[in-house]
């Protein structure tokens, strides 16, 4: 684990960037992180970001399939926005832990 | 008369009557079991039927042979279960009424789920190997193939037996040599997994095993829809791989019972404690199985391990006191490799699959991440003792928590 600078703001990351504790995150590091990913955030984002963050605080579990559900967005709108990995990255840049496979 | 209601009849309904029956005082309690069907499938063999290691009569008997004296069977599908009136409808009229109840209705394939899935080429050059029908469907298919490219496609995560698809391929690739014709097929594995499996050391040995067998790995592939007509698979984010037969894991879902009575997760699967695996939603009841949203694999094995946890909190809860035993989510799986070789993993909620000797330290005779046929002969025997200890509900050799003895770091 490792302290970095993001936006201003102290956060601790994992040795993926995946913030350790959530309540570290403001909006200024999630536009920060999606850039670093390529991303430029729109309020689109936000609303996932934002559900992302809920459910996470709820202590479910998230998958692209319950996303697509959300009724936010389908799963290819969430492909769009957050391109090649689009529950990783956008869990990169809700602040919340990596979503781990269960197999 | 005291009552507990057992719903579905497979792997873990059948352990948890015999464990009960067992112990309950027949004068005070009632067991009752629901399922829908009367014969009972040996899962882990449908994978063999494709090709020609088992046939249909290997996987079946019938379900009665397995429940004990002095339980009520009831075979009617289950229509509602009514949480708050302690009550479940079933599609035969009956109404039961239970003061405790077990649900382990399992999980099952959802190919309507997936566009194009289940359309003009299934089961014809499109197959499952998770149902009887699509095994047997295969099998048939086989035999006249003459090569071309075979695809195995994983639609979604979770899905019940995770090294059953690795398995599958291992065995293809055997069985097209034993036949003379693997370099007249082309074999591809599509998951929408980052590798050949998701735990790092257990990924690393599998996907050695797939370069050796020239077998082709394509990962982060989530699946959108099937093109019948161009007979290719297509991604969300628009890759395609092309087929000439596929072999697909169709998205797992829970029972839809559990959809009507608003037990279950986007998938059906019932929110689950993992340590105590009771329902959150009721006291009185419990989950095993498949059908539990637990974070661990959805397997026989693991069934087996939770059954015993299970027992153990059924009867505190039965006898009011605090719920101690606590599941570690314990899973140990045979993985079938080809030419008579297998290799063994054993895990659980915090500890992924390490190398080792199995299950006694330095001894074996299992050799854990590692390709013997010793372990093959583990599979082989699985079988035996699904029908005659497994089922039965006796004790396995094997601890139902996952020992670090014998493993190396
Ligand atoms: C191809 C394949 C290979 C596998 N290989 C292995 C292996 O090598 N090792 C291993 O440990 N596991 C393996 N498994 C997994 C194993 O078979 C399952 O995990 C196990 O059987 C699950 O037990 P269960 O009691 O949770 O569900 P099940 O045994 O599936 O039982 C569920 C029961 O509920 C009934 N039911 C469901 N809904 C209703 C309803 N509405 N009304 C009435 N009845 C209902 C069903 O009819 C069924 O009988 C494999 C599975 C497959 C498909």
């Known amino acids: ?72 967005t389908d799963i290819k709108g969430l492909y769009t926005l957050f391109p090649g990995g689009p529950l990783k990255k956008s869990s990169k840049i809700a602040g919340i832990p990596k979503p781990t496979s269960c197999v | 008369m005291k009552k507990i209601l057992i719903l579905g009849g497979g792997t873990g309904g059948t352990i948890m009557c015999n464990k009960l029956r067992n112990v309950l005082d027949r004068e005070e309690w009632d067991i009752t079991v629901v399922d829908q069907f009367k014969t009972h499938y040996y899962q882990p063999g449908f994978l063999f039927i494709p090709f020609g290691i088992y046939n249909k009569n290997d996987v079946i008997k019938p379900k009665s042979d397995f429940f004990p004296p002095g339980v009520n069977v009831i075979y009617s599908k289950i229509e509602l279960i009514e949480g708050e009136k302690n009550q479940v409808k079933l599609a035969n009229g009956q109404i039961l009424k239970y003061d405790y109840m077990i649900i382990a209705t399992g999980t099952e394939t959802s190919p309507d789920e997936t566009p194009g899935l289940k359309d003009k080429l299934w089961y014809k050059e499109i ?14 298919f086989f035999k006249t193939w003459e090569g071309g490219k075979l695809v195995l496609n994983i639609a979604e995560l979770p899905f019940k037996c995770p090294v059953a698809p690795l398995e599958f391929v291992f065995l293809a690739d055997a069985y097209f040599h034993g036949l003379g014709m693997r370099d007249k097929v082309d074999i591809t594995y599509v998951t929408p997994l980052p590798g050949a499996f998701t735990k790092p050391r257990a990924t690393k040995m599998l996907s050695g095993l797939m370069e050796e067998k020239n077998i082709k790995v394509i990962p982060e592939f989530y699946l ?94 039965i006898e009011g006191r605090p719920l101690l035993a606590k599941f570690d989510g314990h899973a140990n799986c045979y993985i079938e490799t080809g030419f008579g ?16 000797s199995f299950p006694l330290p330095g001894v074996g005779p299992f050799g854990l991440l590692q390709n013997t046929r010793f372990n093959h002969y ?32």
């Open chain 1, 1 to 72: 684990m490792a302290t970095k600078n993001i936006a201003g703001v102290n956060v601790d990351v994992n040795e993926e960037g995946y913030l350790t504790d959530p309540s570290q995150w403001t909006k200024e590091v999630a536009a920060e992180i999606a850039k670093e990913e390529g991303i430029e955030l729109t309020d689109k984002h936000f609303e996932v970001l934002n559900y992302l963050r809920d459910e996470n605080e709820k202590g479910n579990v998230l998958t692209i399939r319950k996303v697509g559900k959300s009724g936010i």
């Open chain 2, 127 to 140: 197959f499952d190997f998770y149902t009887i029908e699509g095994a047997l469907a295969l099998r048939e």
């Open chain 2, 224 to 317: 959108e829809h099937v093109d019948n007509d161009a007979k290719k698979i297509v991604s969300y984010d628009g890759q395609e791989v092309p087929f000439d037969v596929l072999t697909i894991i169709p998205v797992n879902k829970g029972n839809d019972v559990m959809e009507r009575s608003g037990l279950g997760d986007d998938l059906n699967f019932v929110p689950t404690d993992k340590y105590t695996l009771r329902s959150e939603k009721f006291e009185n009841v419990f989950v095993l199985g498949d059908a539990a949203n637990l974070p661990t694999s959805k397997a026989g094995a693991v069934v087996h391990f939770g059954a015993e946890v299970l027992f153990e909190n059924l009867m505190s809860a």
């Open chain 2, 341 to 356: 070789k297998g290799s063994i993993i054993d895990f659980n909620y915090d500890t992924e699959p390490l190398p080792g």
């Open chain 2, 378 to 409: 583990g599979k082989v025997i699985f079988r035996w003792v699904y029908w005659h200890i497994l089922l039965r509900g006796k004790e396995m050799p094997i601890s139902n928590e996952m020992s670090m003895a014998g493993k190396k770091l």
